[in-house]
């Protein structure tokens, strides 16, 4: 055996091997109980990078893992591949969408083949595949016929620039994601699935989802947000019309004393006065240019303008004017608001900055505030004042009571309120799946045919970045005849939201190859749900609610039975690593720094903060060359030992190297002791120095085991090992006699990293004498009669202090350990001279001797 570890030549090898054997193929075998894991699939963008590494490791111990405790383990891959950065290359190089995307993943699959992830590479697919688009087209129509898809005018981020819409979180501070230029609002005909009929089964079944993270689970109960209020109408004077309004406070409607409407609420134009006109125009370019997102959080200004026109408080029946305001929005409740500022911070600051009036209607026990004394708004409990027949009534209870006079009067009633709304799919770009519908001037909408599927995007386009998707502008994938009449008509020019795609791929995966439909049933429920799902914590509320929605969606259309995709949810943390600046140069890499200098001028660099690995900062490393340097093992095992899955892991060279030292001292401790150990007696009872080993070794895989299962605690479960292979290093054989205890420490060593660096695990196996993988004779079991110790060591103290340690036998009773206790040298230091009032022994812990003089 080689003395010297070479990783490259290792890792090559057993990469062909699992390969050749197709070790990690997996079918369904109802004699076995299957896991399914999966990682949230990447964007093909030709690299990978840190993060990557880590999250794919993370997925590959428990895959590796749960196939040695003989499970029947699915761990697919494939990639996400539709989407803008596609087509900004196609803009920026002059290269075809489809032509850079498949050579992206060509080129990551094989960097991802070097980290040595063990998956079932059969069952890989792009979502931009023609398949794939087939039956997410069908899906589609599915949905159409049931109502879930539809279409209808609404407000988007439009960006003029790009001709496309952008969702909230494409919109950077106003700006255009990709082109920086300025968004503004627009009403656009767009499909929409309907999320919100599944709004409360979505948020029931975040109480019945116990493997997921708590802080996930609250996020998309805040992005469903179920709120049970009234709906009240407010009468505009000298007008037919009403103004819908939801509020969760009815107690405070005597302290109504304005109206808040959305800018982009459907009746802000009719109540716009021709006194108003020019004011209120100006107000709407203005908040054209703000996005959503930044309209309703607190830092933003609140910004407003007087229609002209009054609504009338139907409790009051006093007018009250009707202002539009940036801070309200038309996707949540009705886009209008009655404004309550005496008891709401944000309308508080409104009215004193436009000096509209502020009436308090709910006073706290013991105190009396004043409108025109008030620093800000009262939120909390109170009794109700200034309210008419409700005074004296607490808030709470005349929630009720208002609520029911509304409805007594026809004014108003009790009613249930979503902030989630309807999932607009539509896009204007061309990279992405086309919608299959046909427009007609005799039919309408008609939906494409089903043996039309799947209907593909055009390859002789032409992306410029101008002037909006190139469908929108090819005659021959717009020209069709309509498939019920028969009479010249226009496709859709319009493609999928790419979450579409990342919203049942997990599905697909357990049929790739299923020819007869999106899902083959019998499969897809032998496999679903995946069983542990890995990724970051930002698909909270977007693909992970869209994945849930869709699995349920494919439930009622009968192609699967389970309820929900995901039974347990592991969101890992970034990698992060500290920034570099050069005052000169800016931002620098890593191998352009030198002695803390910029390699450019030789000025000193500036170091900032540890932030997430970052193309823009320049603070990463290359996956690729760190292999080169260092093996794919040390890279596997770094991003495992460096911090706990959940947390940010802080990039730092000193621990790569240290995990490259650690693997080496593995593959020395084999190397050094094969000669002794091949060959040897099986393993009988022991005694000294070899059943101390015998228990460390039985130890370190119930600790190992109990870390890995279920907890993911990888780091703590390394360092086990790690303590493992001290305690061998430590371990003098006295000669054959010791070889079994020996070599049964390194086997276990062996088999219990086989998880965590695959290939030093399969050529050491290898060395140790076995032809079959070192998964094959599954996961290592402990022993509990190993685990019991002949001695303990108790801590002995006198009256409290710490004074002294002594080794007893486990079966002492408390005689024995308290006489054991009192010949100790270093406690006889302390209670020499003294009287002992008593001794307190606590059984396997300590005894405490208490003394006086």
């Known amino acids: 055996m ?17 390969e050749q054997r197709q070790r990690f193929r997996v079918v369904e075998d ?27 490791a993370i997925g590959d111990v428990v895959a590796r893992y749960k196939r040695m405790r003989g499970y029947n383990v699915l761990h697919p891959m494939g990639w996400d591949a539709f989407g803008m950065p596609a087509e900004n290359a196609a803009i920026e190089h002059g290269i075809h969408p489809a032509k850079w995307t498949y050579e992206n993943i060509a080129s990551m699959r094989v960097q991802l083949q070097r980290l040595g992830l063990s998956y079932d590479w059969q069952r890989e697919f792009a979502t931009c595949d023609p398949e794939y688009s087939r039956w997410e087209q069908l899906i589609f129509l599915k949905m159409l016929e049931q109502g879930l898809a539809y279409k209808k005018s609404s407000s988007v981020n439009w960006c003029p620039d790009c001709q496309t819409v ?21 009403e656009l005909e767009q499909w929409f699935f309907k999320i919100t009929d599944y709004a409360d089964e979505l948020l029931d079944w975040t109480e019945r989802l116990p493997g997921w993270p708590e802080r996930v689970l609250a996020m998309q109960r805040n992005w469903i947000g179920k709120s049970y209020g009234c709906e009240i109408e407010f009468p505009v004077v000298a007008s037919e019309q009403k103004i819908k309004v939801f509020t969760t406070r009815p107690d405070t409607l005597f302290g109504a004393t304005f109206m808040s409407l959305a800018p982009e609420h459907p009746l802000a134009a009719d109540l716009t006065t021709a006194g108003q006109q020019a004011e209120v125009q100006a107000f709407l370019e203005t908040v054209a240019k703000q996005d959503k997102i930044a309209r309703t959080s607190g830092e933003l200004e609140k910004q407003g ?21 940036n801070f309200v929005l038309m996707d949540y409740g009705t886009g209008a608001v009655m404004a309550v500022p005496a008891h709401d911070q944000r309308y508080f600051e409104f009215a004193r900055k436009y000096q509209l009036p502020i009436r308090v209607v709910i006073q706290p026990e013991g105190e009396t505030f004043l409108p025109e004394t008030m620093l800000e708004a009262w939120v909390g409990p109170g009794v109700l004042v200034n309210s008419g027949r409700f005074d004296g009534l607490a808030n709470e209870a005349a929630k009720e009571k208002i609520a029911a006079y509304l409805d007594e009067r026809n004014e108003g009633r009790k009613t249930v309120n979503y902030r989630l709304r309807d999932w607009g799919v539509s896009r204007q770009r061309y990279w992405g799946t086309p919608i299959p519908v046909i427009y007609c001037d005799c039919c309408g909408a008609v939906p494409v045919p089903e043996q039309d599927l799947p209907i593909l995007l055009p390859e002789d386009v032409e992306l410029t970045g101008e002037g909006g998707s190139p469908l929108a502008r090819h005659q021959q994938f717009l020209a ?57 914590i930002e698909h909270a509320v977007m693909h992970l609610l869209y994945a849930r929605f869709f699995t349920k969606v494919l439930r009622d259309l009968g192609m699967l039975d ?12 970034m990698v992060c690593m500290e920034t570099q600046r050069c005052p000169e140069h800016g931002w620098l890499y890593p191998e352009q720094v030198s002695d803390g200098k910029c390699g450019e001028c030789g000025i000193a660099v500036e170091l900032g903060r540890t932030e997430k690995m970052s193309k823009s900062k320049k603070n990463v490393v ?28 802080e990039w730092n060279e000193q621990g790569v190297e240290g995990c490259s030292r650690f693997i080496g001292r593995i593959w020395r401790a084999v190397s050094d002791n094969l000669q002794l150990i091949e060959n040897c007696a099986e393993l009988q009872a022991v005694e000294g120095a070899a059943a101390e080993l015998h228990r460390k070794t039985h130890q370190t895989i119930k600790k190992v085991t109990e870390d890995i299962d279920g907890r993911f605690h990888f780091n703590t479960a390394i360092a086990s090992i790690m303590e493992l292979v001290n305690a061998i290093y430590g371990f003098k054989a006295e000669g054959e006699s010791d070889a079994p205890v020996l070599r049964e420490a390194l086997e276990t060593v062996v088999r219990l990293l086989a998880p965590f660096v695959p290939h030093l695990s399969e050529e050491l196996w290898e060395q140790l004498g076995y032809a079959d993988g070192v998964e094959a004779p599954g996961w290592p079991q402990w022993h509990d009669d190993a685990l019991k110790t002949s001695e303990i060591t108790l801590v002995v103290q006198v009256n409290g202090k710490v004074r002294g340690k002594v080794s007893v036998a486990t079966e002492a009773d408390n005689q024995a350990v308290e006489a054991a206790a009192l010949a100790d040298p270093n406690v006889q230091r302390f209670i020499d001279g003294k009287q002992i009032r008593k001794v307190i022994c606590v059984p396997g812990r300590l005894v405490n001797i208490v003394v006086s003089g």
């Open 480 to 536: 069709v005849d309509c498939p019920t009449c028969g009479n010249p008509a226009r496709r859709e020019s319009d493609t999928f939201d790419t979450f579409v795609e990342s919203s049942w791929y997990f599905a697909r995966y357990a049929c790739p190859d299923f020819e007869n439909g999106p899902l083959d049933r019998e499969a897809v429920n032998y496999w679903m749900p995946v069983d542990q799902y890995i990724g970051g």
């Open 305 to 325: 303008v007087f229609t002209g026109s009054y609504s009338i408080n139907p409790l009051t029946g006093q007018q009250i004017p009707i202002f539009l305001a």
């Open 30 to 56: 109802a004699g076995k109980e299957k896991f399914y894991l999966l990682e949230m699939f990447p964007y093909p963008s030709g690299r990978i990078h840190m993060g990557h590494v880590r999250n794919y």
């Open 166 to 186: 952008l969702a909230n979180e494409q919109v950077e501070e106003g700006c255009c994601w990709r082109c920086h230029n300025q968004v503004e609002g627009k």
């Open 2 to 18: 080689e003395k010297q570890y070479s990783p490259d030549q290792i890792e090559q090898k057993w990469q062909q091997e699992w």
């Open 562 to 573: 389970v309820d929900e995709p995901f039974t347990n949810l592991l969101t890992q943390g």
């Open 622 to 649: 290359d996956p690729n060359q760190l292999i080169d340097l260092y093996g794919a093992d040390t890279a596997r095992l770094f991003s495992l030992f460096a911090a706990p899955p959940e947390k940010d892991l």
